[in-house]
């Protein structure tokens, strides 16, 4: 008997939809050299999900994470980040000196 493998393949599709999705939102962003205006009364949550590959290979997009947000707090009100899944990759302490360098560059300017 085969086993059907349409649950992994529609979750495979509806990733890299996103992705590509996400890949160019980012793509316009990146255009202008400011982040864009919010309307009035608005406050933002930034969410950090699965750092764990920026720790472990990438700790310098890690840190302009970081630095965004402090960069772009006062003009998207940012009020708070919330990291979920991941933060390192293998648990290791190479691994976590990157991560606390690039979280730590919000000490005292962001609670997280």
């Known amino acids: ?12 599709i509806a990733f890299l939809s996103c992705l590509t999705f996400a890949a160019t ?17 608005s406050w933002t949550l930034v969410v950090l ?3 764990q590959v920026y720790a472990n290979k990438y ?16 003009s998207h009100n940012i009020k708070m980040v919330l ?8 648990n ?4 976590w000196d990157n991560a606390l360098h690039s979280m730590s560059m919000l000490d005292g300017l962001m609670p997280y």
């Open 25 to 41: 939102c980012c793509a316009a962003n990146l255009a202008s050299a400011e982040a864009d205006a919010i309307e009035d009364g």
């Open 1 to 12: 008997m085969m086993k059907s493998n349409l649950p992994t393949t529609f979750r495979s």
């Open 83 to 90: 990291h979920e899944g991941d933060i390192t990759d293998d």
């Open 59 to 74: 700790p310098q997009h890690f840190d302009e994470q970081t630095k965004w947000i402090i960069e772009n707090a006062r």
């Open 49 to 51: 999900p699965d750092t």
């Open 92 to 95: 290791v302490v190479p691994q």
